[in-house]
């Protein structure tokens, strides 16, 4: 079935980078995504991907996605404070077109 | 950029009353809706897909006579919890996506419902 799967937690130094990554199990995945979330709030989608493509880059943002290994990441350059907040993988699905999302990983930028 | 915007974002309500949650696309249409339910510290779960002009979607175990979805025009889809009950408090986000592009989906703020 599909599964994603993302570490829990991840703890930076504001400056430095952060990368947070994700497993997904659906080969047939057409497009993957990032979303974050701050307390209370919905989702904002940061950037996404297309399952044919290796690399996107958006200002801080980098999505590296090795499909072989069916290994999605996320590299946040200059971590600062304000990019504290739980970050959500998540693929579309190829068979029905649904998001399937990861547990989210907590990101807590120390000053 | 693409906007969708729910409402309320906060209800408190007595056990046994009706909500209705509004999720609107606020500049572009979306045939599809989405409607996901996240507890604390949890990922979201899609609770059923809306499609404009016909029938909700549900997801294995989610109560069709619970939560009711309407989804009357190209750019509104309305989630209603029914008789609510306390186990049904928790935050509800609905997500639009856009019927040009197709993806990706934009979520709204989410609504918090509490039942006391």
């Known amino acids: 079935g599909e599964d994603v799967e993302q570490s829990l937690f991840l703890s930076v130094r504001e400056g430095d980078s952060s990368v947070i990554n994700c497993t997904y199990t659906d080969s047939s995945s057409t497009y993957l995504y990032w979303y974050k979330q701050e307390p209370g709030a919905g989702l904002q989608l940061l950037t996404y991907i297309f399952s044919n493509m290796d690399m996107k880059q958006d200002q801080r943002l980098t999505v590296l996605l090795n499909k072989k290994d069916k290994h999605l990441s996320l590299r946040i350059a200059d971590t600062q404070t304000g990019d504290s907040a739980i970050y959500f993988c998540a693929e579309r699905a190829g068979n029905t077109g649904k998001l399937i999302f990861g547990q989210g990983t907590t990101l807590q930028v120390k000053p | 950029g693409a906007v969708v915007s729910q409402h309320p974002s906060w209800v408190i309500c007595k056990s046994g009353t009706s909500v209705k949650i509004e999720c609107r696309s606020l500049?572009?249409?979306?045939?599809?809706m989405f409607w996901y339910r996240q507890f604390p510290k949890q990922s979201l779960m899609l609770m059923a897909t809306s499609n404009e002009g016909s029938k909700a979607t549900y997801e294995q175990g989610v109560e069709k006579d619970k939560f009711l979805i309407n989804h009357a025009s190209l750019t509104l889809s309305t989630l209603t919890v029914t008789s609510a009950h306390p186990e049904d408090s928790s935050f509800y986000i609905c997500?639009?996506?856009?019927?040009?592009?197709?993806?990706?989906?934009?979520f709204g703020d989410g609504t918090r419902l509490s039942i006391l």
């Open positions: 500049d572009f249409q979306a045939t599809t």
């Open positions: 997500s639009a996506r856009d019927r040009v592009s197709n993806q990706p989906q934009h």
